[in-house]
Structure formats: structure tokens, C-alpha cells
T-cell receptor, first 115, second 113 residues
Framework: AQSVAQPEDQVNVAEGNPLTVKCTYS??????LFWYVQYPNRGLQFLLK??????LVKGSYGFEAEFNKSQTSFHLKKPSALVSDSALYFC?????????????FGTGTRLKVLA | SQTIHQWPATLVQPVGSPLSLECTVE??????LYWYRQAAGRGLQLLFY??????ISSEVPQNLSASRPQDRQFILSSKKLLLSDSGFYLC????????????FGDGTRLSIL
């Protein structure tokens, strides 16, 4: 079965420091991976995706993600964190095995950027 | 461009009352549509999804139901709400193409008294 795991419930980082939010996946076949961000009382916003090609994917708001096939990871990164990056982050994989095209989400990681 | 609208933004309902939440998508045709519930600002629970008009798949047995009367309209309903139905309900759409992400509405905060 397809799955994603976000091992950290919360990540704290000082403003201006680099940040990493971790995600590992388990899929049959090629993974279709996504990162989303959620601000309080809002829906999820799409940040970036990995489908194929370059292992470093660039997305919105200065975020990027590194796909590592050998480690089955898709970690979200940003070189310099902002206080406004504080939010809930979700990793997701598209379930291509069931024929329904559902999305499977991780449990979310709360990022707190300290001023 | 495509947009998704969800309403109402907040709703307070007594136990045992009916529910109807509506979601509409503009700017695209034949989207896949989804209803999620999020408890306590954490993980997402997929409730229903639809790949076409009148086609509804239920993920979790419960007292909720969903309908898709039009191509870009998705409705979440209940005949009698339970306390456990409280939560943040999110509607989302995607194209039926593997590499496309979901796009979410801004959600409905439902409180059951």
C-alpha cells in the first residue's frame, strides 16, 4: 500500500536559519509526491511536486524539496526561514494503485520559526 | 483560472440537526472532487471522493453522505448530526491526471452543541 510518513510532529527553527521538514514514502512504482502548507483556519495550499526528472524541485515561497530514491525521502527545505513560514506542512503521495487517484497524506509537521 | 468555493465558513449546529455543506469549482470541467475532515488542526481524513456526476465513493462509514448533482458541485450532508461530527471540513478538487495536485477550499469549521 502507498503511504507517507512525517516523523516529526513539530520543527522549531530560528529565523534566518535553514529549515528541513522530513517526509518518507512507500509506494509501488514511481512516486507522485506533493508538499502542501496550511495556515490557521485555511485550506491546504500546494507548494511543489515531484513527478520525474531533477531530484531538486523548486516551488512557491522559496521552498524546495529533495527527492532521494535510495532513501525513499522527499524532504522540504528552505535556505532561510521566515517567521511567516510558521504553519502546518503536509507531505502527500498520489495513490496510483487503487485506480481511484486518491491522495494519501502524512500526519503533518508543525513548523515554528522563532524571531 | 480555477477557483474553489466552500460555504459557510463557520457553522454551529445542535446535535440531531441536519447538515448541508456546499462546494463549487469554477474554471475547469470534470474535476475529481473530495471531502476531508480535519480534527484538531492535524491529519486529514478522506470522507468521500467523486470522479463524475452521481459517482460517489465513501471512505469511512458514518452518518454523513455526499452528492454531486452537477459537474462542479459537491455537497456534504447529514440527516442527524452527532457530537463527533465536529471538525474542520475541507473540499478539494484535482484533475484526473496523475501529476496534478489537489486544490483546497478554505474549509468549514463545524461545531456541534
Amino acid at each position: 500500500a502507498q503511504s507517507v510518513a512525517q516523523p516529526e510532529d513539530q520543527v522549531n527553527v530560528a529565523e534566518g536559519n535553514p529549515l528541513t521538514v522530513k517526509c518518507t514514502y512507500s509506494v509501488s512504482g514511481n512516486p507522485y509526491l506533493f508538499w502542501y502548507v496550511q495556515y490557521p483556519n485555511r485550506g491546504l495550499q500546494f507548494l511543489l511536486k515531484y513527478i520525474t526528472g531533477d531530484n531538486l524541485v523548486k516551488g512557491s515561497y522559496g521552498f524546495e524539496a529533495e527527492f532521494n530514491k535510495s532513501q525513499t525521502s522527499f524532504h522540504l527545505k528552505k535556505p532561510s526561514a521566515l517567521v511567516s513560514d510558521s504553519a502546518l506542512y503536509f507531505c502527500a503521495v498520489r495513490d496510483i494503485t487503487s485506480g481511484t487517484y486518491k491522495y494519501i497524506f502524512g500526519t503533518g509537521t508543525r513548523l515554528k520559526v522563532l524571531a | 483560472s480555477q477557483t474553489i468555493h466552500q460555504w459557510p465558513a463557520t457553522l454551529v449546529q445542535p446535535v440531531g440537526s441536519p447538515l448541508s455543506l456546499e462546494c463549487t469549482v469554477e474554471g475547469t470541467s470534470n474535476p475529481n472532487l473530495y471531502w476531508y475532515r480535519q480534527a484538531a488542526g492535524r491529519g486529514l481524513q478522506l470522507l468521500f471522493y467523486s470522479v463524475g456526476i452521481g459517482q460517489i465513493s465513501s471512505e469511512v462509514p458514518q452518518n454523513l453522505s455526499a452528492s454531486r448533482p452537477q459537474d462542479r458541485q459537491f455537497i456534504l450532508s447529514s440527516k442527524k448530526l452527532l457530537l463527533s461530527d465536529s471538525g474542520f471540513y475541507l473540499c478539494a478538487w484535482s484533475k484526473g491526471i496523475l501529476d496534478q495536485p489537489q486544490h483546497f477550499g478554505d474549509g468549514t469549521r463545524l461545531s456541534i452543541l
